[in-house]
Nanobody, 124 residues
Framework: QVQLVESGGGLVQAGGSLRLSCAASGRTASGYAMGWFRQAPGKEREFLATISWSNNKYYADSVKGRFTISRDNAKNTVYLQMNSLKPEDTAVYYC??????????????????WGQGTQVTVSS
């Protein structure tokens, strides 16, 4: 089992930045690829970015150039740096883990473990 805990959400003004963290724990936490998703009220969960254990990365077009995914394997933590935030970025942000990396998006079902989410609210 892998447990994921997100943190770093909050309220920020449009144009501001936030860095989300996702701490992984469990006997098999190492070696996993990680992803970030978000879900706004009334909308489907949206894929944002994914990163492999060896730091290969892939971004959704909607966040490319504004969001950066990174990881610190020694700390079993993955990050999402979010810059130039917009009110439409308001959502609950989730991290997820999967055993094998895929350079793209192939469905939420490919992710084996999920965190509980952290709220990000961007005011105009």
């Amino acid at each position: 089992q892998v447990q994921l805990v997100e943190s770093g959400g909050g309220l920020v003004q449009a144009g501001g930045s936030l860095r989300l963290s996702c701490a992984a724990s469990g006997r098999t936490a190492s070696g996993y690829a990680m992803g970030w998703f978000r879900q706004a009220p009334g909308k489907e969960r949206e894929f944002l970015a994914t990163i492999s254990w060896s730091n290969n990365k892939y971004y959704a077009d909607s966040v490319k150039g504004r969001f950066t995914i990174s990881r610190d394997n020694a700390k079993n933590t993955v990050y999402l740096q979010m810059n130039s935030l917009k009110p439409e970025d308001t959502a609950v942000y989730y991290c997820a883990a999967r055993r094998t990396y895929y350079s793209g998006y192939d469905g939420m079902g490919r992710y084996d473990y999920w965190g509980q989410g952290t709220q990000v609210t961007v005011s105009s």
